[in-house]
């Protein structure tokens, strides 16, 4: 599904509410409260997301896709405790919360379960159903691991291993990850006109935020393009396996993280690298490139975050022998 006819999808679910008169959306969400009605009430969160969101309708796909399951979540655990949604008892937003720790869910995960259980509230207020607040004064306790000890970055003999494996396809999807540090949505989604082999540079025209910047290519990279290119670029010849030259302007045939999931997985698997998604490649080049060239603000570039204590916080703290050589001496 392109992201056009996502937005014009997710636009028609919205005017499906902002359409209703106040009394009758009201009674709508009342009515959808009381009987705790899943597939009701993550249709008015939605709307309300993509209404009154800081993205409105140009909310991700993936956004979407993660309040969808958090607000089913959260309703399928109110209606297990009874939990009255309209008039929430003071102690059920943190009960909630304390479930999902004890049954070994991260403070991370959890934090994104109370981001869409909070949006369900705010979409009742919009909606005049209630007045509850529940999840201003609950607590997620912070996780002080740091995420490169948590979700660390793929080593250099895995990648080295799995390249070893992977064919054209999954070393150009590779390089793009784990050297010029791309989202997965962010690969999916270049045009042939955004990768410039020559020069070394690709445009990432729907970064995070629907930020663009342009990010140097490897030489390795660079070099993957090429063939890619030649292989699977606009008028390059179909295959015996089946797959044929990329239509349009798009570089993959496809725009789904599954299918991406997919096919790089073939390589990870047979080269024996268990394959912990896409973000450990992002954090490989981060944390190559600290160590590389120790600052953090080009890399956070690079990498495309707005914040620079992103970068530092968890995907590229320097690791933890990085002073051997300074403390060798003493």
């Not at 499906?16 to 969400?29: G, I, M, P, V």
């Not at 690709?202 to 660079?222: F, I, P």
């Amino acid at each position: 599904m392109t992201l056009a006819v996502y937005q014009g999808d997710l636009l028609a679910q919205t005017r499906e509410w902002t359409s209703l008169h106040d009394e009758e959306l009201r009674r709508r969400a009342v009515k959808a409260a009381g009987e705790k009605d899943i597939a009701t009430l993550v249709s008015m969160t939605v709307a309300y997301l993509a209404h009154q969101g800081g993205s409105g309708v140009l909310t991700s796909a993936r956004t979407v896709e993660a309040y969808e399951l958090g607000t089913r979540q959260f309703i399928e655990y109110a209606t297990g405790q009874a939990v009255n949604l309209l008039r929430p008892g003071r102690h059920d937003a943190q009960n909630y919360i304390n479930h999902m720790l004890a049954a070994g869910r991260k403070p991370a995960g959890a934090q994104l379960k109370v981001a869409a259980a909070s949006c369900l509230y705010r979409a009742l207020r919009w909606a005049g159903a209630t007045e509850a607040d529940p999840f201003r004064d609950a607590k997620v306790p912070k996780d002080r691991t740091p995420g490169i000890i948590k979700r660390p970055p793929y080593s250099e003999d895995d990648l080295q291993d799995v390249l070893e494996k992977a064919d054209v396809h999954e070393k150009f999807l590779l390089f793009l990850v784990s050297h010029a540090g791309l989202r997965i949505s962010e690969a999916l989604a270049l045009d042939w006109e955004d990768v410039d082999e020559s020069g070394k540079r690709l445009h990432v025209r729907s970064g995070k935020g629907r930020k663009g910047r342009v990010v140097a290519m490897s030489t390795s990279l660079a070099r993957a393009a090429r063939h890619y290119r030649a292989l699977y670029g606009p008028g390059g010849p179909d295959h015996h396996d089946g797959r044929r030259a990329t239509p349009g302007t798009r570089v993959f045939r496809y725009g789904s993280t599954p299918t991406a999931r997919y096919h790089l997985g073939k390589a990870f698997k047979a080269a024996g690298v268990p394959f912990r998604g896409f973000h450990p490649g992002r954090k490989y080049a981060g944390t190559r490139l600290i160590q590389q060239i120790k600052d953090f603000g080009r890399v956070a570039a690079h990498l495309g975050h707005e914040s620079v204590d992103t970068t530092r916080k968890g995907y590229a703290q320097l690791a933890a022998d990085d002073l051997k050589g300074d403390l060798s001496g003493w």
